[in-house]
């Protein structure tokens, strides 16, 4: 008689409650199921996957011993949440991850009720979790709260803000410190796991207690001797003076794979009664599958791969990416001008510095996930004369407005800005959108601003900026490959704000700024087609603006066009409020600004959101049509002769 085929595991759980239900021996074989549905899972849409191995056993133990949702955990950043998306009843959708309409790449609030904080950013978790344990408190409402944050987001300086709060505040509130990089220190034999099971355990901790009491009352020339020696004796194994100083009880090193440990060290922190509490993991990036672990960033993101050889499917193309055109530009700008310097938070390869750093090592600075400290530090040495690079993604960029607003613009520093991903950019939805640079940037009095409207443009604007010295200057391009045109060997200095002709037309004038030229000139064929030949022009600069070029366009058209890949508030507001405050909107001329709306939106394919944007060939026409009067029957009809 055959026997029965066993259910796996993970198939008999729908939420963490039937976690909760399982037999503790069971747990193993339920992270190992779990790591390899994300493998699998991960292989079909691409993603953060590295990161989510590494917390497999993290997130078992967790919704093991805590009364999730009830009982709050918040993932920073979230790229390690994938395990806890599939414990938390959407693993029937998680090959939607990052697809239009799918789930979201990171934690949501309005994905699922295990979710509790959104997240994109790094080091937002501690003070949220903070927040959420005293808004409890403050409600009588008990619960655990646990913020899990890795070693590379415990670099920045808002997460020592809140433990330094936290600490004061002496609230009840556990972090656990994802150490996956081994930055700290590695876990070493039994010993220190057993010592740090003993020092989450209630004896250890009302003995602890019970001696600062008795030393709280010694003689002052005693007390301070006294309470160092209990610290140094407890970090001399452990390593947590940093976080006990801070306020945290701290426990660790502990092996994050090992749940015989986890669980239990668990159950002792969700019962003490103690403050803020620090549980210190060292975990392996990439666990449990081998092309992750053998690769150089542990497969952080990746595109849809194969599971059985690790190899990622890349979509051909014979354009450079604008990262690689940066990266290759600024170096040959360094490589004739030994000033020229780089800084980037954390992100050398995505920003392509990884490259600069091959060949001028001594020249580029990785500041680690500290943006605001990036700029200011490069004001700096501005101050002094070097020629600083700053390379940051424009949402990441946000996060140290007021350090150019004070740092760099008023002293009037010449600190360069590449801004990466600039505009929509695809799976990774509304936190990583590239959209408001444009805007925030373009309040600042006396910066200058670019926009590449292709990969030559954009080496023609690394050139420049390596040559501009009066003042702040930034360019934006987005993510991605280039149109393919034809590369420049060396950059030109482009005339600060001078825009140019890219065709000459009548009656319709369309002023492209940034990589939506390319659309632009495929509408411009389109409406050629239906006897219209628009003007087509490159704007290049926002701030200051070609107000010669926009005035020319204005008087010899009837219809003004302006095209961006930023929000309200950027180019196509500038050149609105050029053209009322000079009477250019009195007369004839139909202005129309198309830019990404006023919203949120979801991740989808950049294609997909610039069409929906109405940012494509289509909503383009679509828009020169109806400015001329175009009524829905006639612009069906003209639509259908040029599809």
Known sequence: MAEKPVTPLLDTVQTPADLRAMPRENLRQLADELRAEMIDAVSVTG???????????LTVALHAVFDTPHDRIIWDVGH??????????????????????????????????????GAGHSSTSISAGLGMAVASD??????????????????????YEAMNNAGAMDARLIVVLNDN???IAPPTGALRTYLARLVSGPVYRGTREAAKTVVSKLPKMLYEPARKTEEFARSFFTGGTLFEELGFYYIGPVDGHDLENLLPIFENVRDAETG????????????????????????????KFNVITGAQAKAPSNAPSYTNVFAETLIQEANDDPRIVAVTAAMPTGTGLDKFAEV???????????????????????????????????????????????????????????????????????????????????????????AAADEAELRHMVATAAAYDNGPIAFRYPRGEGMGVDMPARGEKLAIGKGRIVRQGATIAILSYGTRLAEVLAAADKLAALGLN????????????????????????????????????GFGSHVATFLASNGLLDGKLRFRPLMIPDRFDEHASQSDMYAAAGLDRAGIVTTALTTLGYDEAAMAAALGKTS
């Open 47 to 57: 993603g953060h996957l590295g990161a989510g191995l590494g917390v497999v056993e």
């Open 80 to 117: 390690q949440a994938y395990p806890h998306k599939i414990l938390t009843g959407r693993r029937d959708r998680m090959r939607t991850l990052r697809q239009k309409d799918g789930l979201s790449g990171f934690t949501r609030r309005a994905e699922s009720e295990y979710d509790p904080f």
């Open 138 to 159: 403050l409600m009588d409402k008990p619960r655990n709260v646990v913020a899990v944050i890795g070693d590379g987001a415990m670099s920045a300086g808002m997460a």
């Open 181 to 183: 990089d081994m930055s």
């Open 276 to 303: 803020p509490i620090l549980i210190h993991l060292v975990t392996q990036k990439g666990k449990g599958y081998a092309p992750a672990e053998h690769s150089a960033d542990k497969y952080h993101g990746v595109s």
């Open 360 to 450: 001028h090592p001594s020249r580029i600075f990785d500041v680690g996930i500290a943006e605001q400290h990036a700029v200011t530090f490069a004001a700096g040495m501005a101050s002094e004369g070097m020629k600083p690079f700053v390379a940051i993604y424009s949402t990441f960029l946000q996060r140290a407005y007021d350090q150019v607003v004070h740092d760099v613009a008023i002293q009037h520093l010449p600190v360069r800005f590449a801004i990466d991903r600039a505009g929509y950019v695809g799976a990774d939805g509304p936190t990583h959108a590239g959209n408001y640079d444009a805007a925030y940037l373009g309040a600042i009095p006396g910066i200058v601003q670019m």
């Open 534 to 569: 628009p003007t087509i022009a490159d704007a290049r600069f926002l701030k200051p603006l070609d107000e010669e070029l926009i005035a020319k366009l204005a008087t010899t058209h009837d219809v003004l066009l302006t095209t961006e890949e930023g929000s309200i508030g």
